[in-house]
């Protein structure tokens, strides 16, 4: 079955770049997403990239995509102690019922410091 | 904008009562999904709905149910709540066929 798996915690200083990773088992995803979820909210989308493509840039965010090792990454450039929330990877496949199944990872906690 | 409203930040309950916790979105969407949130597990999905008085179980509906009368409102219902029960539900909606879901703020149920 499909499983997505993401580090739980990183730590970064404000100005630098922060990049998250997530490692996705299903080769036959559709999208890959990025949410954010900040303290007592829901899950906001941040960007989403196609299977086909490689990259994608979004201003400060840039999503890479490797197929050949199913890895995604999320890098924030200038990252702002506003960009402190708890990041998700997901991913959506078709399935025998016609629809597409979204599959969340653990989510990583960016903690950005002054 | 799309909204999609959630009944109640936080709630109490004690141990066997009936719990119901609302979702409601205002754009038309036929998707409505409710996660549970968990540290470490990410999200699970409960159940899903696809029309109106459709629904389909996720990876954990054992101890819920859920209504779906009205397209935009999808309820999820703990027929009897159990401490294992506590937890952050998040309720999400997406258009037929897309898979962008839009999220709720969440609703904090603590089970006594």
């Known amino acids: 079955g499909e499983d997505v798996e993401q580090s739980l915690f990183l730590s970064v200083r404000e100005g630098d770049s922060s990049v998250i990773n997530c490692t996705y088992t299903?080769?036959?995803?559709?999208?890959l997403y990025w949410y954010k979820q900040e303290p007592g909210a829901g899950l906001q989308l941040l960007t989403y990239?196609?299977?086909?493509?490689d990259m994608k840039q979004d201003q400060r965010l840039t999503v890479l995509l490797n197929k050949k090792d199913k890895h995604l990454s999320l890098r924030i450039a200038d990252t702002q102690t506003g960009d402190s929330a708890i990041y998700f990877c997901a991913e959506s496949i078709g399935n025998s019922g016609g629809y597409q199944k979204v599959t969340f990872g653990t989510g990583t906690k960016l903690q950005v410091i002054p | 904008d799309v909204k999609v409203t959630q009944s109640s930040r936080y709630l109490v309950k004690r141990t066997g009562e009936k719990v119901f916790l609302e979702c409601v979105q205002d754009?038309?969407?036929?998707?409505m999904f409710w996660y549970r949130q968990d540290p470490g597990l990410g999200l699970r999905l409960i159940y899903f709905s696809y029309d109106v008085k459709m629904k389909e179980k996720g990876d954990i509906p054992e101890g819920y149910s859920v209504s779906r009368e009205k397209k935009e409102r999808f309820s999820l219902i703990l027929e009897s709540a159990s401490t294992n029960q506590t937890s952050m539900y998040l309720c999400?909606?997406?258009?037929?066929?897309?898979?962008?879901?839009?999220f709720g703020p969440g609703t904090r149920l603590l089970v006594l």
């Open positions: 999400a909606s997406s258009y037929g066929g897309q898979e962008t879901q839009y």
């Open positions: 299903d080769s036959s995803s559709t999208y």
């Open positions: 990239i196609f299977s086909n493509m």
């Open positions: 754009m038309d969407h036929e998707n």
